[in-house]
């Protein structure tokens, strides 16, 4: 079989994640990060500051959406925040990325769908109101970008989520 030229970069990508895999059962939620990255500033706090998560009663200014473990059905807090954004969006040529996270429980595989199916279906909320398709990028980072490190509720709970992040 013929691998077109476009799609190269695809296959060694999709390769290079089998063969990375982690063989572990886990299934969304973290335990302490691998390779040294910096996921914590000083004492409790997320390395994403203070102020990521927004200003309470303000959904424009919440920038994370949170989901329930080893889901990706939107909260009705979450899709309030998404339906907040859709309409700046849909009023602007803006662009979002929406980064797709889990915790650290799951394999890598797993994790990385998962994380794929939060972004989605936070693109789907928006484009369901109105926003352009061409204005969301979806990506999914799985286990590997915590907000923060730690294997308590509250931990695992502010890594599942999906981050909105304007470009």
């Known amino acids: ?52 998560l927004g200003t309470p009663g303000d959904p424009l200014s919440q920038k994370v959406v949170f989901f329930e473990y080893d889901s990706n059905e939107v909260t009705p807090e979450g899709r309030t925040i998404l339906l907040a954004h859709a309409r700046k969006l849909a009023s602007s040529r803006g662009s979002v990325t929406l980064e797709g996270h889990t915790d650290e429980r799951g394999a890598r595989e797993y994790n990385i769908a998962l994380g794929e199916r939060r972004a989605t279906a936070a693109r789907d909320i928006l484009t369901g109101a109105g926003v352009s398709a061409g204005q969301i990028l979806t990506i999914s980072y799985g286990e590997e970008r915590p907000a923060e490190a730690g294997g308590s509720d509250d931990v695992l709970a502010k890594n599942r989520r999906v981050e909105i992040v304007y470009r």
């Open 1 to 52: 079989m013929k691998i077109s030229v476009k799609l190269a970069p695809l296959a060694l990508s999709a390769v290079l994640l089998a063969g990375c895999s982690g063989m572990s059962n886990r299934k969304d939620g973290p335990a302490p990060v691998a390779g040294g990255a910096d996921t914590s500033g000083a004492a409790g706090e997320s390395r994403y500051g203070a102020n990521r």
